[in-house]
């Protein structure tokens, strides 16, 4: 998509890198309006191409480039080839649940918020350290390069960072204070990696990333690959770094306590100039929210996560096929406008906040004969509803000031069902900006405020003003609190489906009939050999 040239005069530009768990996205923004100008997007198992696709911009315009990014997932590469040593083990990956189990047997009374008092996180599959054991525990080629000191470890905005200021020929290692916060190696106190966290991972501090805040120049672009038509991009600072949650803060303007945005992931922000941040008594994660400048004060942030927001669109178009196109699915849901009791808990991963059960699985219950596809659908967005009224009460009891507003972003927002169903379940406004792309707008912004850029202005009375669209609650609360208990009870059916230990008699001993289905396979092949055998004495040839 390109832009005329009078629009490009209008003021400075700043690009922003947005890598995502399904594509990666480059966007030009005006500084001076914060417009998005540009745009291109290329899905993440594609090679991205040779030339850039900002073809209309000369690069002397361009003044900085900011990094957003999916964060906790986790890379490995070898400093000296540049090369990734395995792929990149993703957030939601669950191969890395026995190494859970493993750590949180050694605390002390198997206890999963062991190291919650430094991290501010439980101990999950979700964050960074674990996938790194668990690269170093099962990949040669990881556990080797750890051992030779050619071992790099970082989150993708690291990887991105160290790739686009030159690689193995001097690239800048280095990660922000948000990413960082994700990993359960950093001290959200003293804002750096902690030698006792590492030590408990078994990880060797050498490896990490240097800590550097969400808004400064990094490094300089130096890669090759990053071509206009019209010029390079080399020599271009990167000046901003956020992971994407708390970018999306950013770039809907949450600056002041109290404020709160949901994308997957309800973050809210609770104490921008409190030295020490708050620990969450209802499940929640306590996680920098940004730090805008080196000199500036980190901003904490409360943090639910509803994981399989997007994941639920996916399942029912790849997996069940009732849909065509995630736009479908508002259609369809709308057609019965209920889910006839259906519920729908999409636990594919376990449950995230504010349960952080990794052995739930997903259910769909309530069904009767009259149950169709069109309720299933309805179903499935009502439960990113569900899962963010979870969310919003367990931030409302832990932060003591109840949210009367809910901003939004990201792709589901073009679903206006979807909107109007979460304004009515949480009972308060749903406020959805008329441009849709604040992640990447918080990462430009980042950039663009960075000390030595400074074409982008942060101050409340420069802001530009941000047009959006209001959704109010249209059902009363009644009908609210009576579809939410529903919730909460196919939640509880949902628990405690999957284990990977055995299940004892009694008497530490295993017992055949753990299992049901098997138990019941036994008994009745003894009932039949029995009846055979009695049938035969009593029917002689």
Known sequence: MAASSSRVMLGPLVAAIDQGTSSTRFLVFNAKTAELLSHHQVEINQSFPKEGSVHAFHSNWMTSIGVTNQRETTLVWDKETGEPLYNAIVWLDLRTQSTVERLINKTPGRNKNHLKHKTGLPISTYFSAVKLRWL??????????????????????????????????????????????????????????DPELCKYFDIPMEILPKVRSSSEIYGLMVSP????????????????????????????????????????????????????????????????????????????????????????????????????????????????GTSYGCYFVPAFSGLYAPYWEPSARGIICGLTQFTNKSHLAFAALEAVCFQTREILDAMNQDSGIPLTQLQVDGGMTSNRLLMQLQADILCIPVVKPSMPETTALGAAMAAGAAEGVSVWSLRPEDLSEVTSEKF????????????????????????????????????????????????FYILGSMLMLIGAKYIAGQCPL
């Open 225 to 336: 690959h990053c071509l206009c038509k019209s010029g390079s991009l080399s020599g271009i600072p990167i000046s901003g770094c956020l992971g994407d949650q708390s970018a999306a803060l950013v770039g809907q303007m949450c600056f002041q306590e109290g404020q709160a945005k949901n994308t997957s992931v309800l973050t809210y922000l609770f104490n921008c100039y409190l030295l020490q941040p708050v620990m969450s008594d209802h499940g929640l994660l306590t996680t920098v929210a940004y730090k805008l400048g080196r000199d500036k004060p980190a901003c904490y942030a409360l943090e639910g996560s509803v994981a399989i927001a997007g994941a639920v669109v996916r399942w029912l178009k790849d997996n069940l096929g009732i849909i065509q196109t995630s736009t479908e699915l508002e259609k369809l849901a709308a057609s019965v």
């Open 136 to 193: 170093m525990d099962n990949v040669d080629e990881v556990a080797e390069a750890v051992l030779t000191h050619r071992a790099m470890f970082g989150t993708v905005d690291s990887w991105l960072i160290w790739c686009l200021t030159g690689g193995k020929s001097g690239g800048v290692h280095c990660t922000d204070v948000t990413n960082a916060s994700r990993t359960m190696l950093f001290n959200i106190h003293t804002l750096d990696w």
């Open 472 to 519: 109010e609650p249209q059902i009363n609360p009644e009908e609210s609190e009576f579809r939410y208990a529903r919730w909460k009870k196919a939640v509880q059916r949902a628990m405690n489906w999957e284990t990977t230990e055995p299940i004892s008699n009694g008497n530490g001993e295993t017992s055949i009939f753990s299992s049901v289905p098997l138990g």
